[in-house]
């Protein structure tokens, strides 16, 4: 009975025991649950109610009334009695003279000198008889009429010789649409107010009829489409440049898209965007989808370093044999921990003030060259990322894998060593913000055109996105050198073109 009795109280333990585990890991399994639900609030929260902006100041930095304080001890009589409990009192002193800093008016902003000045010149109502002219006094202000729409119209006379034997007429002059109404000039602002300027085609023929002047929505989008046909060789040639270079940025977005296929809704396809931020080149390329295919058709031919998100479709890229060597975005991995601040406040504070460090040396390298730039990214930038790299090995092993600070560590962890390329070679960016900036303009014009009109669209919006964005990268004022090129490229020899691209674009006036 004793042996009986201890197996039915061992055996009662042995419950427990496996009930206790079996709590502990639903508490474990409810415990990942609720960080997760509590950071996709926290985040959905932020997205409606915060500010956008991913400001960090860790919290060992003085605030503006602690340095305001400070300063206001060290220059004034002794008159703080006790600071050590977080508490000012102040005793009475003698007056103390104080300038009063006089605030700056503003100051009217000088009007460019190239504008056009139209003179008006007010008199005096009354008799001027005898009155002797002593100066005058001129006031400027800066005006503006609608944009002009006007016609240019080719007259060319005939001649023909005494004997009736030849007609002379000069030549047609060289049009970009020799079919179209349109001239160089309005075929480009409608392109400029679409892919610049963010303008619909729809709302640009609205525009038109407050002037009288009825232009068909097909008659624009002929314009658009016929017009990319004409620089398609340009797209070509850069494309090739892009490709041609050592160094590339690359990310994608989202753009929606008609298809026929699909009766009552878009196709999601996307632009694929690759950023030479060394020379100024940018290529939109459109694909249908998401997949490796693109990168891996487009960078086919391309050697040297690839820059990247993150992002799984560019791993194939990792193998030996590509000729690329793939490195990582770091404001990337600082976003996973700017967003785990509300979970593990003490954890994602020590990442991100790391990661500012290591801002805060590209900051004073920026105007460095090349030689002198890796050397303090090896002297400096290297042992913190070093540091960093165990310190989040080590912090992962005791947090939760599926809470925010969980995947912030983890998401660094696994692409820390091509986080750790840019600190290699001087000419590399610690992140992959050039080609996000480069991406804006998609961003803000398919919130206004909505979607592209099919998928031959897409690829010539992508054209269009690549040679403007070019322009901008180069401070070019888009118009003229679109204007000019539309103009010159139907007699421009084939095999140089690329002179026409705007990083080697000269105006001819």
């Not at 960093?388 to 912030?408: D, F, N, R």
Request: charged share 25%; with cysteine; proline share 5%.
């Amino acid at each position: 009975m004793l042996l009986i009795g201890s197996l039915r109280i061992f055996a009662a333990s042995s419950m427990n025991e496996a009930a206790a585990i079996d709590y502990q890991q639903k508490y474990e399994q409810l415990q990942g649950q609720y960080e997760v639900l509590k950071a996709e609030l926290m985040q959905l929260r932020r997205l409606l109610f915060a500010s956008r902006q991913e400001r960090f100041l860790p919290t060992d930095t003085l605030s503006a009334a602690q340095l305001r304080l400070d300063i206001t001890a060290a220059l004034l009589p002794a008159t703080v009695v006790n600071t050590a409990a977080k508490k000012v009192e102040y005793t009475k002193t003698a007056a103390v003279p104080t300038t009063l800093e006089h605030k700056q008016h503003p100051v009217r902003m000088k009007l460019p000198e190239h504008l056009e000045r139209r003179i008006i010149t007010l008199e005096p109502s009354a008799d001027l008889t005898g009155l002797i002219r002593m100066g005058e006094e001129v006031t400027e202000e800066l005006d503006y009429e609608p944009g002009r729409l006007f016609v240019n119209r080719y007259v060319r006379p005939k001649y023909i010789s005494k004997d009736n034997e030849a007609i002379l007429i000069a030549p047609v002059a060289a049009r970009p649409l020799p079919k179209a109404i349109a001239g160089a000039g309005l075929l480009a602002q409608t392109i400029i107010d679409k892919y610049v300027d963010h303008l619909p085609l729809y709302r640009q023929q609205q525009r038109f009829a407050r002037e009288n002047i009825t232009i068909p929505y097909s008659t624009l989008t002929d314009w658009v489409h016929n017009s990319c046909r004409l620089i398609e060789p340009l797209y070509k040639a850069l494309r090739k440049e892009v490709i041609a270079s050592d160094y590339l940025h690359a990310d994608e977005t989202p753009i929606k898209v008609l298809d026929k296929d699909k009766k009552g809704e878009t196709h999601r396809g996307y632009y694929w965007v690759y950023h030479n931020s060394i020379e100024g080149l940018v290529l939109f390329d459109y694909q249908m989808g998401r997949g490796r295919e693109g990168p891996k058709q487009i960078l086919k031919d391309f050697t040297g370093h690839l820059q990247t998100d993150g992002y799984s479709a560019y791993e194939f890229f990792k193998e030996e044999s590509s000729g690329i060597t793939v490195l990582h975005c770091m404001a990337h991995a600082r976003r996973k921990f700017y967003e785990a601040l509300p979970n593990d406040k003490p954890r994602a504070e020590h990442a991100l003030t790391q990661i500012g460090k290591l801002y805060d040396i590209e900051r004073r390298a920026k105007e460095m060259d090349n030689e002198r730039r890796l050397a303090i990214r090896r002297q400096e930038a290297m042992p913190v990322l070093e540091s960093l790299g165990e310190w989040m090995k080590e912090q992962y092993l005791e947090v939760l894998p599926k809470s925010t600070i969980g995947k912030a560590l983890g998401y660094s962890i696994e692409r820390w060593q091509e986080l750790m390329v840019y600190a290699t070679e001087g000419k590399l960016n610690i992140d992959n913000n050039p080609v996000e900036n480069s991406i804006r303009p998609v961003a803000v014009g398919r919130k206004n055109y909505l979607f592209a009109g099919s998928h031959q669209a897409a690829q010539r919006s992508a054209m269009l996105y690549s040679l403007l964005g070019t322009c901008k990268l180069h401070g070019i004022n888009p118009f003229h050198w679109l204007k000019e090129v539309l103009q010159t490229i139907p007699n421009h020899p084939i095999n140089k073109v690329s002179d026409l691209l705007p990083h080697r674009w000269t105006p001819l006036t």
